[in-house]
């Protein structure tokens, strides 16, 4: 199904270019753009934690109005939206939770996942509370995990959404790095910072090399998180911080400047 769309897109430029070259295009109106159907998926990252604006009735999910699926839905206006992307959420989670939305009618699909698979959360934690040998140990499992066992499990996602959505365009957005080094004189030690930054590049080279293999479409947010990282002078991603579960996600900021430009490209 992905190569047909593909083929049909180059049918349509080709003809597009004839009626240019002929000088018909003039006698023809332009086509309306279709409204289309969109259903974000995903992980905090995609749910907004951190942006505040939440939706009361999301509950723990924390679905928030500042995250770049509302934000872009809201700028759009789809003909239809449906946001699904949950905190804490993990490849089995938008497996059985999250894709009811999705039918062959669905036009756009976001979707960030795999951080929480690989124990981001834990990782951060032992990072933040127990020494660098803790850290640099704990960071490494997670790296091991991206390699070996994550690959098998974004392509049970992303062959459940190719099922369910054909025709779609798909966009997988990656995760920042999350600091800035050299930036900061307390706090984690430089080669714990060092070591995230690089588990975090594992997990985007790994995320992108399966979204090609599925056809989708990869966006890379670190161009627009660059300079803006946990010890950079204007951060659009919270350090440590309260409530705790906002630690090292996007701010507003995060999700409206290096969020959503980057997916408003890529759909």
Not at 14 to 22: E, F, I, P, R
Not at 109 to 116: E, L, R
Not at 134 to 151: D, E, I, M, S
Request: with cysteine.
């Amino acid at each position: 199904m992905r190569l047909s769309r593909r083929a049909a897109t180059a049918s349509a430029f080709l003809v597009t270019t004839a009626l240019a070259l002929s000088g018909a295009s003039a006698a023809v109106s332009a086509p309306r753009p279709k409204a289309v159907d969109y259903v974000a998926l995903g992980d905090s990252y995609s749910s907004g934690v951190g942006a505040g604006g939440y939706d009361s009735g999301s509950g723990s999910c924390k679905r928030s109005t500042k995250a770049y699926p509302a934000l872009w839905a809201a700028a759009h206006r789809p003909a239809s939206y449906h946001f699904t992307a949950c905190s804490g959420a993990r490849t089995g989670d938008v497996l059985a939770k999250q894709l009811a939305p999705l039918t062959s009618g669905t036009d756009l699909v976001s979707i960030t996942i795999g951080g929480n698979d690989a124990g981001f959360a834990d990782t951060m934690t032992t990072c933040a509370l127990q020494g660098e040998t803790a850290c640099l140990n704990r960071v490494a499992t997670a790296r091991a995990y991206v390699k070996q066992t994550l690959p098998g499990k974004l392509d049970q996602v992303y062959d459940a959404i190719d099922g369910k959505a054909p025709a779609a365009r798909v966009v997988v957005l990656g995760y920042p790095r999350f600091y800035k080094l050299g930036g900061c004189s307390v706090g984690l030690s430089e080669k714990s910072r060092a070591a995230i930054n690089a588990a975090a590049d594992d997990i985007n080279a790994v995320t992108a090399k399966r979204a090609a293999d599925h056809g989708f479409t990869f966006a890379d947010v670190n161009k627009t998180f660059a300079g803006h990282e946990i010890c950079s002078s204007a951060p659009w991603l919270h350090s440590v911080t309260l409530p705790v579960e906002n630690s090292y996600h996007p701010t507003a900021d995060g999700q409206s400047k290096g969020y959503l430009p980057v997916f408003d490209s890529a759909a």
